[in-house]
């Protein structure tokens, strides 16, 4: 590990900082701020316990050192333990943390390579780059997660498919700078495979936000069409019973018999107080669908009753 590193530009720091950035209003899990000090506390201080540090040899396939992917995996854990998230979500957090710091680092390596910097302004400019990413990709993320529930679970596979380029992008890059090979295409490369990938999960969040307004337009359009076909029937009921009406009354002038026509009478006096008797809450909406259900009940010959509470 090089001593002259700024402790905050250990990339295991960055990660760790863009992923709580990202995460952090979502839902927590109880007893939350021991948890995290619980998990991030060994994180944090894992790779310096290590001998050889981050190039520990036990740790390493040929040139490949995988303390990278160990502090991924280890992430991983860590906002599981303390976010109530599914692992896909997760993964999405873990995945966007990972780029930003990446392309932070590749975009010092390119001006580091030009202008030849000190390992002092080195340090400087990679923090630089770090904060303005980390904080340019909150802000695009925050304008397009509304909710909390704002990762489609149908983006599984391209939160999968970002999780492996990234990875072979950082192996790419790695190999590169240990076999002294890397020069400023190499890093140009990453940089913007970095962002097309941070573009590709922003994008599946404005995608999933348009999924769920299009669901919501959906059950709304149903709701219209179920309350017309209640509106329909109310329609018919009502005719049929004018209809019954103007015969009733047809028939009762041509009545002769006081009995029958007193009975005749007394049907319609029915039939009307059916209508008087619908609610009058005060509530138009309420009164309306308590209307149409009344009237629902009486073309199928249910008598409604109802009891209206109200609260202050």
Not at 6 to 11: K, L
Not at 16 to 44: D, E, W
Not at 229 to 257: G, P, W, Y
Not at 275 to 286: E, I, R
Request: contains cysteine; proline residues 2%.
């Amino acid at each position: 590990m090089k001593d002259d590193y700024f402790f905050v530009n250990f990339f295991h720091i960055q990660i760790l900082l863009a992923a709580f950035l990202f995460i952090f209003k979502m839902p927590k899990r109880s007893h939350f701020y021991l948890r995290l000090f619980v998990s991030v506390l060994p994180y944090v201080l894992l790779p310096f316990l290590l001998p050889g540090g981050f190039l520990n040899t036990r740790l390493q396939i040929g040139n490949v050192a995988l303390t990278f992917f160990l502090m991924l995996v280890l992430l991983f854990f860590v906002l599981w333990f303390c976010f109530s998230l599914t692992p896909i979500e997760i993964l999405f957090y873990t995945c966007s943390a990972q780029l930003v710091q990446h392309s932070s680092h590749c975009l010092a390596e390119f001006f580091s390579s030009i202008f030849s910097l000190t390992p002092i302004l080195y340090q400087v400019l990679l923090l630089i780059f770090f904060v303005s990413i980390l904080f340019l990709s909150h802000f695009a993320m925050k304008s397009k997660i509304k909710t909390q529930d704002d990762i489609a679970v149908s983006g599984k596979r391209l939160i999968v498919f970002t999780a492996i380029s990234s990875i072979l992008i950082y192996i790419v890059s790695y190999l590169a700078t240990k076999m002294g090979e890397a020069n400023i295409w190499v890093f140009i490369f990453d940089f913007f495979s970095c962002f097309l990938l941070l573009a590709l999960l922003f994008d599946l969040l404005e995608s999933h936000s348009l999924q769920k307004q299009n669901v919501l337009m959906q059950l709304l359009l149903e709701q219209s069409q179920e309350q017309d076909s209640l509106f329909r029937e109310s329609i018919e009921t009502v005719n049929r019973k004018c209809h019954d009406l103007k015969h009733q009354i047809s028939a009762l002038r041509q009545m002769e018999s006081k009995s029958e026509k007193e009975e005749s009478i007394s049907q319609l006096e029915e039939a009307v107080l059916f209508y008087d008797q619908f609610a009058k809450t005060g509530l138009k909406s309420l009164d309306v669908l308590l209307a149409q259900k009344a009237l629902q009940g009486e073309k199928n010959g249910i008598s409604l009753r109802y009891m209206v509470v109200s609260y202050n």
